[in-house]
Every structure is written in C-alpha cells, then in structure tokens.
C-alpha cells in the first residue's frame, strides 16, 4: 500500500529565508506526485506535479520540487519566503491517472517578519 | 473555464439526518472523485467517478454514498449522520489523460 509521510508538522521559517518541506513516499511501482497549498477556509490548489520526465518540476508562486527515485523523496522548496506563503501544504502520491490521491499529513508553514 | 464548484459552503445538521452535497465540475473533465478533511484523520478518499461509473472506492461506511449524473456533475450522500462525520468535503476534477486534480472550496459540515 502506498503511504506519504511528511517531516514536521510545522515549519517555522523568516520572511526571505529558504521554505524546505520535507515528503517521502512508499510505493511499489514509480509512483506520481502532487505538492498542494490550502489556504484557511479553501480547498487545494495544486503547487506542482512530477509523473514523468525531467525530476526537477517548476511550480507556481516560486516553489519547486525534485524527485528523488533513490531516496523515494519529492521536497519542495522556495528559495525565498514570502508572507503569502503561510498556509498548509500537502504532498500527495497516486499509482496511476484517475487512481485516488494518497495525501501526507500536511505541514502548516509559518512564516515570521 | 469556470472552477470546480462545490455547493452549499456550509451546512448544519442534526444527528441521525441524512445530507447531500453537490459538486459541477470543470467543464470538459469526465473525473470527480470525493474527499473528506479531519483535523484527526487529515485527507482521506472517499470514491471517484468517472463517466458515471463508480471506478474507486476507499474505505468509508455504507452510509457515504455518491453518483454521477450524464453532465458529469456529482452528488455525495450521507445518512443517518453521525457527529465524527463533521469535516470538510472536497470534491476535485480531472480532465482525460491528465494527472491530477483540481480541488473545488469544499462543503463545510457540521453535525450537531
């Protein structure tokens, strides 16, 4: 069965620092990967996907994410904290298209002054 | 193109009623799947369909029902409501051929 975990509940980071939030996947087969935002009160918007190719995948707002087959590893990253990036974020995996999202569970990004 | 539209945005019933929540997704995309939202239990999936055709389920009671109409807009049912059924529901679209899924406000209920 296909698991996500994220590292770190909440993430704490100062505005113009490095954002760095952390997912791992178990899966039997390659799996594709989904980062989400959730905003109070919203549903998800969808940051970035991998399913395949390059292994470095672009995203909106700045953020991106690289799939690491070897360390079954998807992170994102934004090299610089924007006050509007505090929400929660979420890595999610599936095995094939129209399979059911599998979801992490989800890191609130703080981001300070 | 319009977003996946999830209706109402917040409803409150009482235990042991029976709701429906209603979803239209983007036109064009043939996939609607379901997911509810705890602050215990996070995501989890509920079922999705496609063509109007259930093609995945997960692990929910028979009381959590759903169907697809011939324009592709979903319903999800829930009886004899229990006060654990609180969360938000999310519905979310998929175009063919394409991975992933765009994500509707989501239904916000309240069992009281």
């Known amino acids: 069965a296909q698991s996500v975990t994220q590292l770190g509940s909440h993430v704490s980071v100062s505005e113009g620092a490095l954002v760095l939030l952390r997912c791992n996947y178990s899966?039997?087969?390659?799996?594709?990967l989904f980062w989400y935002v959730q905003y109070p009160n919203q549903g998800l918007q969808l940051l970035l996907k991998?399913?395949?190719?390059?292994?470095l995948v672009k995203g909106i707002n700045g953020f991106e994410a690289e799939f690491k087959k070897s360390e079954t590893s998807f992170h994102l990253t934004k090299p610089s904290a924007h006050m509007s990036d505090a929400a929660e974020y979420f890595c999610?995996?599936?095995?094939?298209?129209?399979?059911?999202?599998?979801f992490g569970q989800g890191t609130e990004l703080s981001v300070k002054p | 193109k319009a977003g996946v539209t999830q209706t109402p945005r917040y409803l409150i019933k009482t235990r042991g009623q029976q709701v429906t929540l209603s979803c239209s997704p983007i036109?064009?995309?043939?996939?609607v799947s379901w997911y509810q939202q705890t602050p215990g239990q996070g995501l989890q999936f509920l079922f999705e369909?496609?063509?109007?055709?259930?093609?995945n389920k997960g692990n929910f009671p028979g009381r959590f029902s759903g169907r697809q109409f011939s324009n592709s807009r979903s319903e999800m049912n829930v009886s004899t409501l229990e006060l654990g059924d609180s969360a938000l529901y999310l519905c979310?679209?998929?175009?063919?051929?394409?991975?992933?899924?765009?994500f509707g406000s989501g239904t916000r209920l309240t069992v009281v």
């Open positions: 979310a679209s998929s175009e063919p051929e394409v991975y992933g899924y765009t």
């Open positions: 369909y496609f063509s109007e055709t259930q093609r």
């Open positions: 999610a995996v599936t095995r094939n298209q129209g399979g059911k999202l599998i």
């Open positions: 036109s064009g995309h043939r996939s």
């Open positions: 899966s039997s087969v390659p799996p594709y």
């Open positions: 991998y399913t395949t190719g390059a292994t």
